[in-house]
Structure formats: C-alpha cells, structure tokens
C-alpha cells in the first residue's frame, strides 16, 4: 500500500519539545522527509533522511526512523511559536522512476505562548 | 533567485467554467508536479511531467488537464467537469537525477467556485 498516516493535531507550550509521528507502508522507500507549510503557503523541506539511517540531528531538528515498525517521527527542541504549522511527512517508493513523493496528511502543529 | 512560481494566488471561478493555473519553474528542473491540497487530507497528486511533451496522470486526474509544452511551464486547467473544484492547488518540481533532495514547491494557488 502507499498510505503515509499522521495524526492531524499536536499543542505545545513554547520552549517544550514537539514530537510529530508519521507511519509509513512501503518498507523499501529509499528517503523519507519532513516539510512545513505555513499557513497560505507552499510547502518547505525540512529536513530528510536516508533509509539506512536511524536517526539525523540537525540543529534543533532530529529525525528517528525505526524501518522495523516503518514508523519516522520529526522532535523539535524548544519549540517557539514560528515553528507553528502544518508538518508533512513523505516518502520516496522504490523502483522510482517517476521520482514521484507519496505525503502524509499533515500534523498541525500548534505553539502556544 | 530560482524558484517556482504560482498564478494567480487566489481565483474565483464560476460554475461551468473551465480556469487555467499558472506554474513557473527557473530552477532548470525536469519534472513538475500538481497537487491538490483539502483539509485534513493532505497533498493528492493530480498530474505530473517528468519531460517535455509528457506527462501521467496522478490520482485524482478526472477534471483536470495539463500541458508541458516548454520545461519551465506546466499549467493546468480545472475544467467543468471537476464537481468539487474549491481546494489549494499546489506546483513542485524537481531534478529527477537527485530526488533526494526532494521536491521545490510554488506558493500554491486558492481556487473558490463562486
């Protein structure tokens, strides 16, 4: 199958961590990424991770993928009130000649002061 | 600056009527992508275009049609036929050698049926 699940809403107060979770179907997907969406937006990557990987850190960004449980969560430290969005996940199939991105339905993440 | 480009941001169209999106791409990309965007249901793929002169239809293509007549335009035209066509309608591309960097997005287009 080709669903990418999310929950749809997570709250938190400024200066907690967010964890934002993803569950993915197609255990041979090559990378996986995050996006953010603001609102009236276009989407931006941030960050990805390759599948031989089980976690990245970058800056208060850090990735986990358990390929296991096909399951890919996005932490954010200290978390402030710009980091209010719409996060998605996505994956990339294999044998991936048309490149295409399979996306989750998207967390809305919302910072509360 | 390289990027994608969406027009117009907002478009009203009326019932019967055909309307054409504008996505503009100057980042050299081969592939150009159309998603439509509902609440609660993410991202959902309508049309993409790996070449010029080419493209496959996505998911959820019945109302829609698009050309690739040139590598950095790819529009697409929501036609009467499409029975529910209010929705944020979002363009990407990408260098098909190096999808790992994922797609670049425009900064989408809202279509209201009025």
């Known amino acids: 199958g080709e669903d990418v699940e999310q929950s749809l809403f997570l709250s938190v107060r400024e200066g907690d961590s967010s964890v934002i979770n993803c569950t993915y179907t197609?255990?041979?997907?090559?990378?996986l990424y995050w996006y953010k969406q603001e609102p009236g937006a276009g989407l931006q990557l941030l960050t990805y991770?390759?599948?031989?990987?089980d976690m990245k850190q970058d800056q208060r960004l850090t990735v986990l993928l358990n390929k296991k449980d096909k399951h890919l969560s996005l932490r954010i430290a200290d978390t402030q009130t710009g980091d209010s969005a719409i996060y998605f996940c996505?994956?990339?199939?294999?044998?991936?000649?048309?490149?295409?991105?399979?996306f989750g339905t998207g967390t809305l993440l919302a910072v509360q002061p | 600056d390289g990027g994608i480009t969406q027009s117009p941001k907002y478009l009203f169209r009326k019932e019967g009527q055909n309307v054409t999106l504008s996505c503009e791409q100057n980042?050299?990309?081969?592939?150009m992508y159309w998603y439509r965007q509902d609440p609660g249901q993410g991202l959902r793929l309508i049309y993409y275009?790996?070449?010029?002169?080419?493209?496959q239809k996505g998911d959820i293509a019945e109302g829609y049609s698009v050309s690739r007549e040139k590598k950095e335009s790819f529009p697409l035209t929501v036609t009467s036929a499409q029975k529910n066509p209010t929705a944020f309608y979002l363009c990407?591309?990408?260098?098909?050698?190096?999808?790992?960097?994922?797609?670049?997005f425009g900064s989408g287009t809202r279509l209201t049926v009025v």
């Open positions: 990407a591309s990408t260098d098909r050698g190096r999808t790992v960097y994922g797609y670049t």
């Open positions: 197609d255990s041979s997907s090559t990378y």
């Open positions: 991770i390759f599948s031989n990987m």
């Open positions: 996505a994956e990339t199939p294999p044998g991936g000649a048309t490149n295409k991105l399979i």
């Open positions: 980042l050299n990309h081969d592939a």
């Open positions: 275009s790996q070449i010029v002169n080419d493209f």
